[in-house]
């Protein structure tokens, strides 16, 4: 019996080994769903602003004097927002940066677009652009859900992977960790808003 000893203690040190390592494998692979998920839900509430957006502007469109330089800096800033796709797997934070100040040069453009709608009493009057500007107002309250909920499902993640002796496992199974979103640049400033009470319309 003493001879097959270290033979066991080798065999039950192999086994708990390759539990431990399928172990931490297969919970970072459920909680890189996760994230993919939350991910998921991020892309679905930019695409439905997204789509809210084309919608509006072509209401806005519709007022003949309207100031085009508004719209057109709205119709680009969305152009570059939808042509961006990140692969949530391989997410870095230099792609999740680009991503975020993509879309927060989209949500600058729309906040103008929004001021300057202030100095068309039509315009601002019309019922479909009253509704567009809910459903808006509502999609950003969804974005920031989303993201919040992508940040709350990236934690886990990066804490079970960071985490020793997971970290060393991470490594050896090239899990890497995953970046959180982060406000754009300005959001803590408000916005500022000047309306030209003068100008004719």
Do not use: C
């Amino acid at each position: 019996m003493k001879k097959w000893l270290p033979l066991i203690i080798i065999v039950i040190i192999a086994f708990v080994g390759y539990r431990t390592v399928v172990g931490f494998n297969n919970t970072a692979v459920v909680l890189t769903e996760n994230v993919s998920e939350s991910w998921g839900n991020v892309e679905t509430s930019y695409q439905r602003r997204n789509d809210l957006i084309g919608n509006l502007v072509k209401t806005v469109q519709g007022a003949a004097d309207f100031e085009k330089s508004t719209l057109t800096a709205v119709i680009e800033a969305r152009a570059k927002a939808t042509s961006m796709n990140i692969d949530p797997s391989k997410v870095t934070p230099e792609q999740l940066a680009q991503f975020n100040k993509v879309q927060g040069g989209l949500s600058g453009a729309l906040k103008s677009l929004l001021v300057t709608v202030e100095r068309y009493p039509d315009l601002k009057a019309n019922q479909n652009f009253l509704k567009l500007q809910d459903e808006l107002a509502s999609t950003e309250n969804q974005i920031l859900t989303a993201r919040t909920r992508f940040n709350e499902a990236t934690k886990p993640y990066n804490n079970h992977i960071k985490t020793f002796p997971n970290s060393v496992f991470a490594g050896w199974l090239d899990f890497e960790g995953k970046p959180y979103f982060q406000s754009v640049e300005g959001a803590d400033k408000p916005v500022e808003v000047n309306f030209d009470f003068n100008k004719e319309n």
